[in-house]
């Protein structure tokens, strides 16, 4: 029997097949195969092969992702590069595209591989994708930390510096108010953070309390700013870019 069957490569369709016994016809599913062989090839026209005995490799293909990381709330995409018509797959699933340009959008987060099967093979694409709001969630802790690393490092008053961990401040806030009630001794004072004595009278205990107090509503003032600029954010690059260190002083 002459067999005139027509393999098409990129749907991987089976066509023109007049009178030839389903069991005769072996167009394997060439996923993941280095090559794609069709017994009884005899020609090839365009993307339609033919049978008779011969061995088709399969084509290498440009195949590349504009970015390695994407989100997955709708508002960034992969924009992806692929030859025209091909079929890509996106985590083992087939997908049929064509124009040569697929954007794809995660529903969840996690890693996603990407592939080309049938006609097309390329290295395979691995991307992550992340959680925008589980980023900002990790860029606020680290505001957070270094609010409070920036706090307990101290602060200046009267050309001093003092320490200003929680206990240094409920000392001072303590002391502050025990002078406003009763007049310090004229050896009052408080220790510096380079272990000087500094003598203070009321207005000394008042003018530190005062210090401290600008010390910690100045850097309360940056985190709320640092903290409302990230939520304004709605790109993973600029989230996991965000300047947590400056300007804090």
Known sequence: MTLSIVFNLITRAVLDTPD???????????????EIRIPGLASVEDDYIGFGDVVLPRES???????????????????????????????????????????FTSPNAGWYSLGLVGRYK???????????IAAKSTIKKQINQQYETI?????????????????????????AAEAARTPPEPLD?????????????????????AALHAHTK???????????????LADLDPIVNFDVTGGWT
């Open 20 to 34: 030839v016994p389903d069991s005769d016809i072996q167009a394997v599913n060439p996923e993941n195969a280095d």
């Open 61 to 103: 293909a440009a195949f590349s992702a504009d970015k390695a990381d994407i989100l997955n709330d709708d508002l960034d995409a992969v924009t992806i590069t692929l030859p025209d018509p091909c079929f890509l797959s996106i985590n083992g699933a087939v997908e049929a595209v064509t124009g040569g340009v697929y954007s």
């Open 122 to 132: 390329a290295e395979t694409i691995m991307i992550t994708v992340h959680d925008l």
């Open 151 to 175: 706090w307990q490092g101290g602060f200046s008053y009267g050309g001093h510096n003092f320490e200003s961990d929680k206990d240094s401040m409920n000392l001072i806030v303590a002391a």
């Open 189 to 209: 004072g408080w220790m510096s953070s380079a272990n000087v004595w500094v003598i203070l009278d009321r207005a000394g205990f008042e003018g530190l309390a």
């Open 218 to 232: 100045a850097l309360f003032a940056v985190k709320t700013i640092k903290k409302s600029a990230l939520s304004l």
